[in-house]
């Protein structure tokens, strides 16, 4: 099965593997996740930029898949990058996004064969969130916290320090259309409870899934990110209501309340 749109736009769990060890694909690919992204860019050092390329050109001419972390428009690498994933027809995740031109740009020479993620790691794109989530041929937009939090300078795991990053992500999402976003990483891959704590932080802000950096990481972000009992049972009740206004556990609800269980089932089902 391809990554499909729906496939991105639904997928709770995204799998970072550095380009150059293709030892480890194969074991991304089993570990759980929704989608591998095969890391061209921040895992790979300069002199194995190319030999990552040709690493993930094999991966994607087996017939897997993957989305491909191109390194950032203006590198010596990125044209080649993206050139590989065109001829394999593969998602592209596109770091630095801060500029729609340039996302515009990437999405014409790849003559729509590739879905983009754009990941928002800059202050520059938190800003253009509106006009990055606009872009055509983009599917659904990803958070950098590491790279943003060094920027501001400011703890890369301070949820109040970047409330404001993320909830402007979610906005701009749900005003251009677009899934919502996918969260940054969690660094600390041994800790089950401070990613459990980020789960559940970006969540309430919005977020349906996450960049992980370490298959310990997928299964409970699978999990935590899937609806609850509570919130499936909140959900049934009132979509039996219909569409006409009714009062659910002493609550009003009426058409927007509606749609919000109908997106919660839809996630079940996802």
Request: hydrophobic fraction near 45%; include cysteine; glycine fraction near 8%.
């Amino acid at each position: 099965m391809t990554l499909s749109s729906r496939r991105l736009e639904t997928a709770r769990s995204l799998l970072f593997v550095p380009g150059h060890r293709p030892d480890r694909f194969a074991k991304a690919l089993v570990s759980g996740t929704d989608a591998v992204i095969i890391d061209l860019e921040d895992a790979v050092a300069g002199a194995d930029k190319d030999r990552a390329r040709d690493n993930a050109a094999a991966w994607l001419g087996e017939g897997n898949d993957a989305v491909v972390r191109i390194n950032p428009p203006g590198t010596p690498w990125c044209d080649e990058d993206l050139d590989m994933a065109a001829r394999h027809g593969a998602p592209v995740m596109v770091p630095k996004s801060e500029d729609p031109a340039v996302l515009a740009d990437l999405a014409c020479r790849t003559a729509g064969k590739c879905l983009l993620i754009p990941l928002v790691e800059t202050a520059a794109g938190v800003e253009r969130a509106a006009e990055v989530c606009g872009t055509s041929g983009a599917v659904r937009i990803a958070f950098g916290n590491v790279d943003l939090a060094g920027q501001l300078g400011v703890a890369h795991d301070d949820h109040a320090a970047l409330a404001y990053a993320r909830s402007r992500l979610v906005s701009a999402s749900a005003a251009a259309g677009l899934g919502a976003p996918v969260d940054g990483v969690t660094t600390n891959v041994k800790d089950l409870g401070v990613l459990a704590a980020d789960i559940a932080h970006a969540r309430r802000l919005g977020f349906t899934g996450k960049l992980c950096i370490h298959p310990g990481q997928i299964v409970s972000v699978r999990e935590r990110f899937a609806p609850t009992e509570d919130e499936l049972r909140w959900a049934r009740s009132v979509a039996e209501i219909g569409d006409s206004v009714a009062v659910v556990d002493g609550q009003m609800v009426d058409k927007p309340v509606l749609e919000r269980a109908r997106r919660i089932l839809a996630a079940a089902d996802g």
